[in-house]
């Protein structure tokens, strides 16, 4: 279809060296991410929304805002996935906790706010329960700052 485009070439001929491209560049762009997290921000505030598409795909997105040491603010996507299973809070909330290792932020999130949707509550008091136990009060260092 592109190719019967005038005037257009497209720089690969497989969808394999595309989706190569864009997994690489993903990655890149994903470890710029991890090391400015771990440099310009002590703390970190998420706001996610889960739906479901017309097609009846489960989304989840998690963008992130923090203020950097010279209080300049910044806001990214951190992830947009599909929901794997229900739309179950202790689902979307398995989606976060894996990104807040994958990032290094765990201790970070002061965080989180969200719709009213009936979900959200077991997703709060799931991540709540799990960097509590992961990080356990009498650690003096890398305690969580999130609390439900």
């Not at 963008?63 to 300049?72: N, S, Y």
């Not at 299973?85 to 290094?104: C, F, W, Y």
Request: aromatic content about 6%; charged content about 25%; hydrophobic content about 40%.
């Amino acid at each position: 279809m592109i190719n019967d485009i005038p005037g257009i070439s497209m720089p690969f001929k497989s969808r394999t060296t595309l989706t190569t491209r864009i997994s690489t560049e993903f990655e890149l762009d994903r470890q710029k991410l991890i090391q400015d997290l771990a440099i310009s921000s002590q703390t970190i505030a998420l706001s996610l929304d889960g739906w479901t598409s017309k097609n009846d795909i489960s989304i989840l997105a998690v963008i992130g805002h923090w203020l950097t040491e010279d209080f300049v603010y910044k806001e990214r996507v951190l992830e947009f996935a599909e929901i794997k299973g229900p739309k179950s809070g202790e689902n979307m909330a398995r989606i976060v906790l894996e990104l807040l290792q994958e990032l290094d932020i765990e201790c970070k999130v002061i965080t989180i706010t969200s719709d009213n949707a009936s979900n959200n509550k077991t997703l709060i008091d799931t991540i709540d329960s799990s960097l509590v136990e992961h990080f356990p009060s009498s650690s003096l260092s890398n305690v969580p700052r999130f609390h439900s």
